[in-house]
């Protein structure tokens, strides 16, 4: 099995595409349990003129796709920015076991940053969450592109 670091590459892939889109650097990959990539996406809300089109929607879209099947039973998310309430709902609702992510969102996270929305008693689903991963190299992306953008 391939490690945490080798699929966070993989979504930190998918951000670099879109920053050449001129959206926002999130990207995110959805791995099953036999380490296959099943999903990928990165924002383009922008662009797709779809508020809803964050990375990590875009790549459970695309691995339930691919399965025929909106439950992602036993899969893995990887991220590269903390998700948002929106997102976190989505990966609840499609059953992700465990969630990967890189970098925190101080201002709109709803797994460390503002709540932890993974931990409210009401779900009838729990996901395992890990965060920090490549959390470096996430964050000088998107602080280059925050600082590009105020540049210009």
Same mark, same amino acid.
């Given at each position: ?19 050449? &889109? ?40 695309? &691995? ?11 899969? =893995?998310?990887?991220? =590269? ?6 997102? =976190?709902? &989505? ?12 970098? &925190? ?8 940053? %503002? ?27 998107? %602080?280059?592109?925050?600082? =590009?953008?105020?540049?210009?």
């Amino acid at each position: 099995m391939r490690s945490d670091e080798f699929y966070m590459h993989r979504a930190l892939d998918q951000a670099r595409l879109g920053l050449a &889109a001129g959206e926002v650097p999130v990207g995110a990959v959805v791995v099953n349990a036999a380490g296959e990539i099943l999903g990928v996406g990165y924002n383009a809300p922008v662009g797709g003129h779809d508020p809803s089109a964050h990375a990590e929607i875009r790549a459970l879209r695309d &691995a339930g796709a691919r399965l025929g099947n909106y439950r992602l039973d036993g899969c =893995t998310l990887y991220v =590269t920015l903390e998700p948002c309430l929106m997102c =976190t709902g &989505a990966i609840i609702h499609a059953r992700i076991a465990r969630l990967v992510y890189a970098a &925190a969102e101080p201002r709109s996270g709803m797994v460390e940053s %503002k709540a932890n929305l993974f931990a409210q008693p009401w779900f009838n689903h729990r996901v395992a969450v890990e965060g920090g991963v490549l959390a470096t190299r996430a964050s000088r992306l998107l %602080k280059e592109f925050f600082a =590009t953008r105020r540049s210009s």
